[in-house]
């Protein structure tokens, strides 16, 4: 409805009016002469209507459109039209020359989307040429030959008339050798804004500046203290030197009045470079990075590209939140990454440029939404949705483009970005040509939609997330000249969602999704696959000394995982998915079990040995080894069926636990190792190994036990012996040793050596001579007298 209305508010020129329509009349004057004139038969109607379809149709000579400037002229100024025409027929043109011609003033930005898709000429709808000395002749265009013209001509000798958007014809005409007359043989289209004075309501237009890249980085860093960066390719170290298509964005937009809209991940990458880092090669090698310079270059330049400017950071790597609300919310877990990611970013923000950004606001792919992606796109604290005019289409009866701010209820707020203002530079711009009708047909849109009406509006322009530096270029051409405007003024994305909406303006959210854009979307497998590596990381960071080493990193990547940028990339996307889930199985099997071959016991008891490994950089704790016997009959651990032993390990170490054992029959248990964290989760391959028990025989029990029993009836005899020696040495000494005992001096005690030498097996003979090494006597020499009277004899 709004597209098809005509300008309202405006109030031409009486002068300007007598004088276009004085123009129409001469111009038309000599053209009905001529039909007045010349026979108007079938035959010659039907050949001149061939004629003029022929050379415009076919593309005799096409007509390129390099530069037109000013864009948007004002009183007083030359327009100076230049670009080539090339002649794509067989036969030679001669005759020809470059014209300029002004159609009439549009009215509704329907017509400007009408004019710039027709190709070919057609006579009155074109407009007449303005002719005189403002053409380019040449004597003849030979066929496959371009040639250059430029043409200058001042405003005033353009005829134009009140404000609006006038269609400007850039015509080749000329004859071949088949058709001897002067004909139009090319034509390009393009337009002129024209506003010379000050608008009397300018239009509020919001400018997006996006900085998003895709997903460089991965997940696997380095073994030293930095942790220095893996990267998949050294591709973002391009995009960020002179020249390349980041380092064209940040170089352009630092003078444009835009809001730049910022993936945090681009700026997290870049510092990552600039510290120094790494890029896989093939198989498993990496080699050093080269570009920490321009990284650090390219940083310092965003810093201060946006001094005094807004800045709306997205969540972590601009994740892909209509994948999400499709074919994610179904996947435990899937929208605690947005949270995340929502979480970081402003951090991330805020610790490279220093300034503190939005992150009230998502942007979904192409700005299209239903009510599923409202739903995910705020559950993440952001209030404010980007959307765009093509998904939610105005129903009502609007005769204009309607403010960008709508209310959609739940507290949330659609800023609903022009369509055709925000997709007026896709496509390939690297000709000047295609560059040049960009600029100018959004400059037409902007000024058809200001002449709508004169109530202010708030427009908001959000271009593709990744233009290409020559899209990039075009943008800043165009910024530029409408932000220079008189019917125009720039406006931040913030004011643009608080500016009041038109009571009229839609605000039911569709509830159709373009079936274009979901078949990009992410598939509900990947969403499986980030949901399992996240199981996969809580596990294994429990068990860290310092678990930020691999939360940070994998955290990250899970969240590079649910990117936009992998839209249009299925294959890409799972490589890198898998990568991540890989290289975490890989970290976490560095703490394993060190397998076991079969163990023998020789007895009731003993103690089994199980040895932990942790191959990381860093210690793990808070996990708990378990040895199971899988027959307790037969062997029991610790008593039990299975013992637990807390685990600490220190990085690049291992530790060796013993558990006790106790057997109760002969044969093979198995046992089972595993280890635990601390909530029972399992952790790691289990280690299952045999034990053989061998126990003792009753035949090895019965002879260990005479021998024993040798042994102590051995130690009796002695014991007993010894003691009735002991008893007969009184009664052998005699009552001679008694009266010996009253003598000057001790004799000595044969008996007693007697019996101690015949106990040793070498007692002497009688008549044996006394050796020097014998002892002193102590007692007297014995005697037979009988004992006296009183003393005890033993027996």
């Not at 549009?106 to 017509?111: C, D, F, G, I, M």
């Not at 799972?574 to 397998?595: M, N, P």
């Not at 010996?740 to 007692?763: C, F, I, Q, W, Y």
């Amino acid at each position: 409805m709004a597209e098809a209305a005509d300008f309202q508010g405006m109030s031409p020129s009486p002068a300007r009016r007598w004088l276009r329509r004085t123009g129409a009349l001469l111009a038309g004057a000599p053209l009905l002469t001529g039909l007045l004139q010349l026979p108007a038969s079938p035959s010659a109607q039907a050949t001149g209507q061939d004629a003029v379809r022929d050379a415009s149709g076919s593309g005799t000579v096409a007509v390129s459109v390099d530069s037109l400037s000013p864009s948007a002229p004002s009183d007083g100024d030359t327009v100076t039209v230049s670009g080539t025409v090339t002649n794509n027929g067989k036969q030679t043109v001669t005759d020809a020359h470059v014209g300029l011609r002004m159609g009439s003033a549009l009215s509704t930005r329907s017509a400007v989307d009408a004019i710039s898709k027709r190709t070919d000429y057609m006579p009155g709808a074109d407009g007449s040429e303005v002719g005189g000395k403002y053409v380019e002749k040449f004597s003849k265009l030979t066929p496959g030959v371009a040639e250059e013209f430029s043409i200058s001509v001042p405003v005033d000798k353009l005829d134009l008339g009140d404000d609006g958007v006038y269609p400007l014809g850039v015509s080749l005409s000329g004859q071949t050798s088949t058709q001897q007359w002067e004909q139009v043989l090319g034509i390009q289209r393009t337009f002129l804004p024209w506003q010379p004075d000050e608008a009397e309501t300018r239009t509020k237009t919001t400018a997006l500046w996006p900085l998003i890249s895709s997903s460089h980085m991965t997940a696997e860093t380095g073994s030293n203290e930095q942790q220095t960066p893996v990267f998949a390719d050294d591709d973002l170290a391009k995009e960020i030197s002179p020249g390349g298509r980041l380092d064209q964005l940040v170089s352009l937009g630092k003078d444009l009045d835009v809001t730049w809209v910022i993936d945090p991940d681009l700026l997290a990458s870049v510092d990552a470079m600039a510290d120094g880092y790494r890029v896989r090669g093939e198989g498993d090698t990496t080699t050093a990075g080269t570009h920490q310079a321009v990284a650090k270059q390219w940083l310092a330049e965003v810093q201060q590209a946006v001094v005094d400017k807004e800045i709306v950071a997205l969540p972590f790597a601009d994740p892909d939140v209509a994948s999400l609300a499709h074919n994610g919310t179904s996947v435990t877990g899937s929208l605690s990454q947005l949270k995340a990611a929502t979480d970081v970013a402003a951090t991330t923000v805020e610790t490279i440029l220093h300034v503190t950004p939005s992150t009230d606001f998502t942007w979904p792919v192409n700005g299209a939404v239903d009510p599923g992606i409202v739903k995910v796109a705020t559950s993440a604290g952001a209030d404010k949705v980007i959307a765009r005019g093509d998904s939610l289409e105005e129903t009502g009866d609007l005769t204009y483009t309607p403010s960008a701010a709508r209310p959609i209820g739940g507290g949330t707020t659609a800023v609903v970005a022009d369509a055709r203002m925000s997709t007026a530079f896709q496509g390939d711009l690297t000709k000047a040509s295609t560059s040049t009708l960009a600029v100018q047909q959004f400059l037409a849109q902007s000024l058809a939609l200001d002449l709508q009406t004169n109530k202010q509006r708030s427009i908001v322009v959000a271009p593709q997330r990744m233009p290409t530096a020559t899209q990039a270029k075009a943008m800043a051409e165009a910024l530029t000249a409408l932000q220079d405007s008189t019917w125009s003024e720039s406006q931040a994305l913030t004011a643009a969602a608080k500016a009041k909406p038109d009571p009229g303006a839609t605000t039911k959210v569709p509830a159709a999704y373009p079936s274009s854009l979901r078949k990009q979307q992410l598939p509900r497998s990947a969403f499986g696959v980030i949901a399992n590596t996240q199981d996969k990381l809580d596990r294994f960071q429990v068990i860290l000394t310092d678990e930020s080493r691999v939360v940070t990193p994998f955290g990250r990547a899970l969240n590079r995982e649910m990117s936009t940028s992998w839209r249009g990339r299925s294959t890409e996307a799972s490589t890198f998915r898998r990568g991540v889930e890989a290289y975490l199985d890989d970290l976490a099997e560095q703490v394993k079990l060190i397998d076991k071959s079969e163990t023998k016991l020789s007895g009731r008891s003993a103690t089994i040995p199980v040895t932990v490994q942790n191959n990381l950089v860093q210690g793990v704790d808070h996990l708990v080894l378990r040895l199971t016997s899988t027959n307790p009959t037969r062997l029991k651990i610790d008593g039990e069926d299975y013992e637990e032993q807390p685990i600490t390990v220190s990085g690049g170490h291992s530790q060796t636990v013993k558990f006790t054992t106790s057997a109760n029959a002969n044969g093979r248990a198995t046992v089972i190792a595993q280890l635990y964290t601390e909530d029972g989760q399992a952790y790691g391959d289990a280690v299952t190994f045999d034990v053989k028990v061998t126990e003792i025989t009753a035949t090895v029990m019965l002879v260990i036990g005479g021998g024993v029993l040798l042994l102590v009836l051995a130690g009796f005899r002695m014991y007993t012996q010894r003691k009735r020696a002991a008893a007969r040495e009184p009664e052998e000494d005699g009552p001679d040793a008694e009266a010996d005992e009253t003598a000057d001096g001790p004799v000595n005690p044969e008996g007693t050596m007697d019996r101690l030498k015949e106990e040793s097996g070498t007692r002497p003979g009688a008549g044996d001579p006394e050796q020097p090494s014998d002892p002193t006597p102590d007692t007297a020499a014995e005697s037979a007298d009988p004992s006296g009277t009183g003393e005890r004899v033993d027996r």
